[in-house]
């Protein structure tokens, strides 16, 4: 048993001790300026900090019904400047919109699957304590690697939301990372008491 749980504790802290180190190099030491910034149009600078989905359904409506008004009044609102600008903006709040939504996903399934993952080890305590090592090692195994699983690394990629992504990912791992240290710090003492 103490070789399963030495070699389990290897590999857990060697994963989740990389990922955090990329979070934090991610987070704090990687560019996140590119030579196209300068190339945004003004509508997108306006909306490139706004995480409130209310308030960008507002925009999103009011654009969606200035072109439908174009629509009903103008046989020929395609070949309008307006029309194209509009229709600029109706994509560029949609993606926003859809990248917002997406992230705001990511990070339920994020907390949601990490906290069972704690409770998974938690509970593996218990049942390693009071009925059975091998369920109970078995309960810690699924909840850290559900833990880990989760705090993985993004990838590097301009989407709306990703350094609130990161940064719950980046505080995750370094508590899982304390977890995983005091569990065997612990369970280090445990055994030497119980020779």
């Keep these: 048993m103490r070789a399963l749980k030495l070699t389990l504790f290897i590999l857990f802290l060697t994963v989740i001790s990389t990922q955090t180190f990329r979070h934090f190099y991610v987070k704090f030491i990687d560019v996140k300026v590119s030579v196209l910034d300068k190339y945004k149009?003004?509508?997108?600078?306006?909306?490139?900090?706004?995480?409130?989905?209310n308030k960008l359904e507002i925009m999103y409506k009011e654009v969606f019904d200035k072109i439908e008004n174009l629509k009903n009044t103008d046989k020929k609102y395609y070949d309008k400047d307006e029309y194209k600008e509009l229709t600029n903006q109706e994509y560029d709040l949609s993606t926003k919109i859809q990248n917002l939504?997406?992230?705001?996903?990511?990070?339920?399934?994020?907390?949601?699957y990490w906290i069972f993952g704690l409770i998974s080890v938690c509970l593996g305590i218990l049942v390693y304590f009071l009925f059975n090592k091998w369920i109970g090692i078995g309960s810690?195994?699924?909840g850290f690697s559900?833990?880990?699983?989760?705090?993985?690394?993004?990838?590097?990629?301009?989407?709306?939301?990703?350094?609130t992504l990161l940064d719950i990912k980046l505080l995750l791992s370094i508590i899982t990372w304390f977890i995983l240290i005091i569990l065997w710090i612990i369970n280090d003492k445990f055994e030497k008491v119980n020779k």
């Design 41 to 53: 149009n003004e509508f997108s600078k306006k909306i490139e900090n706004i995480n409130d989905i």
């Design 101 to 112: 939504e997406d992230v705001l996903k990511k990070r339920y399934e994020l907390l949601f």
């Design 140 to 142: 810690i195994i699924t």
């Design 146 to 163: 559900e833990m880990i699983i989760w705090t993985s690394p993004l990838y590097k990629i301009s989407v709306y939301g990703f350094n």
